[in-house]
């Protein structure tokens, strides 16, 4: 064993030979010789999500869209930011709500920034196409091409995306896409814990397009509200503060609520949970 500080711990190399660098691109020399170099190892990818967010929910109602997403930052099991905003807004009438690793999120975000400044310079000054801006129904198609794209490539992007917003037709739109490109369409979308926890009290009210029309504003807000109060009573990695966007179908507006609270939590049931059986009456 070399006892050197610098090399401590490392195999000595008059019996086992000098270190390969180029392992896992872990070479000493400067960035220019690097690349000149010929490696025996293949490029190897992040395939564990380090830093995440959980679930984005959303759900069509009768003139709209109701979406919403915590801002948690999950390390692990640790909470270690609660200021992620994971809902984008894209455009003027389009919100991306996306989960996972967070570093591919912001990876996401700037790809959807530069879409936009590439659709602010084809417009130019004419109003017209000014207003048209980036429907929904193109942001998914786009994310949808970049997510298989990455894919293919064997280095995904480690996220679940909901796009909402409106079509080219000027009606509600609401798809999924997730790493694998894999994308479908449905009145209520949840990602994360939320597919599991959330998606039945959703489908309660909405099970298809035909229930959309009976649901209405005030009530989809509280369903959703009541949701993340559930997710944020069963889900670990969930938070009590989320951010909300409203989409009204009838004049194409966005309202974007922040730093919106769950309420009325009620913990006195844990006083009688010992462990993981049932409470001793």
Not at 189 to 199: D, Q
Not at 207 to 227: G, H, M, P, R, Y
Not at 272 to 280: A, H
Request: charged residues 25%.
């Amino acid at each position: 064993m070399n006892h050197d500080p610098f090399h401590w711990g490392r195999p000595s190399d008059a019996t086992y030979g000098p270190y390969n660098h180029q392992i896992a691109h872990a070479s000493n020399v400067n960035p220019m010789a690097r690349q000149q170099q010929q490696s025996d190892f293949p490029t190897m990818h992040t395939q564990r999500p380090m830093m995440t967010g959980t679930s984005v929910l959303a759900i069509k109602y009768q003139d709209g869209i109701v979406i919403a997403a915590d801002n948690m930052g999950s390390y692990g099991s640790l909470m270690k930011l609660d200021n992620v905003e994971r809902l984008l807004k894209v455009g003027q009438s389009t919100i991306v709500g996306i989960s996972g690793d967070l570093s591919d999120l912001q990876a996401i975000q700037r790809i959807l920034n530069d879409l936009e400044i590439d659709e602010a310079y084809d417009a130019g000054d004419d109003e017209d196409t000014i207003a048209a801006g980036l429907k929904a129904n193109h942001v998914h198609e786009y994310l949808t091409r970049i997510l298989y794209n990455r894919r293919s490539k064997m280095d995904p992007l480690w996220n679940a995306c909901v796009v909402a917003g409106f079509d080219d037709e000027g009606k509600s739109f609401l798809k999924y896409v997730d790493l694998l490109g894999v994308a479908f369409a449905s009145p209520t979308l949840a990602t994360g814990f939320g597919a599991h926890l959330a998606i039945p009290l959703l489908r309660q009210r909405v099970d298809s397009e035909a229930d959309v029309k009976n649901l209405t504003k005030a009530d989809a807000i509280q369903l959703i509200k009541d949701c993340m109060k559930v997710l944020f009573y069963r889900d670990a990695r969930s938070l009590d503060k989320y951010s909300m966007a409203v989409l009204s179908e009838s004049d194409h507006k966005v309202e974007f609520h922040k730093n919106v609270k769950v309420e009325d939590m009620k913990w006195g049931f844990a006083k009688g949970i010992k462990g993981y059986g049932m409470p001793q009456l």
